[in-house]
Nanobody, 123 residues
């Protein structure tokens, strides 16, 4: 079983930056596609970004294109979400997800999920 642990969230002013990390344990996720999702208070979970197992294919929600960058370091079993030019509407709990046979970036299927890390952007 793959376990995912997100970290790096916090409080930042609008226009600032944060870097989220998602570390995998249990077994390597080198062959897993990965996704980042977020859920704001009172709202449904929203797709943010996805990356193929090789890192060669990247997908971003329109709302974060040009501001967020998804990367992975398979040697460390870790993926990252660099978030720049943050906006108050980016405030949410951010979740890392993994899937062995993901065919659709937004829907997966994703088999494993992290516990989430809080990102709060003040205006």
């Amino acid at each position: 079983q793959v376990q995912l642990v997100e970290s790096g969230g916090g409080l930042v002013q609008a226009g600032g930056s944060l870097r989220l990390s998602c570390a995998a344990s249990g077994r390597t996720f080198s062959n897993y596609a990965m996704g980042w999702f977020r859920q704001a208070p009172g709202k449904e979970r929203e797709f943010v970004a996805a990356i193929s197992w090789s890192g060669g294919r990247l997908y971003y929600a329109d709302s974060v294109k040009g501001r967020f960058t998804f990367s992975r370091d398979n040697a460390k079993n870790t993926v990252y979400l660099q978030m720049n030019s943050l906006k108050p509407e980016d405030t949410a709990v951010y979740y890392c997800a993994a899937g062995a046979f993901v065919t659709r970036p937004m829907s997966g299927p994703y088999d494993y999920w992290g516990q989430g890390t809080q990102v709060t952007v003040s205006s």
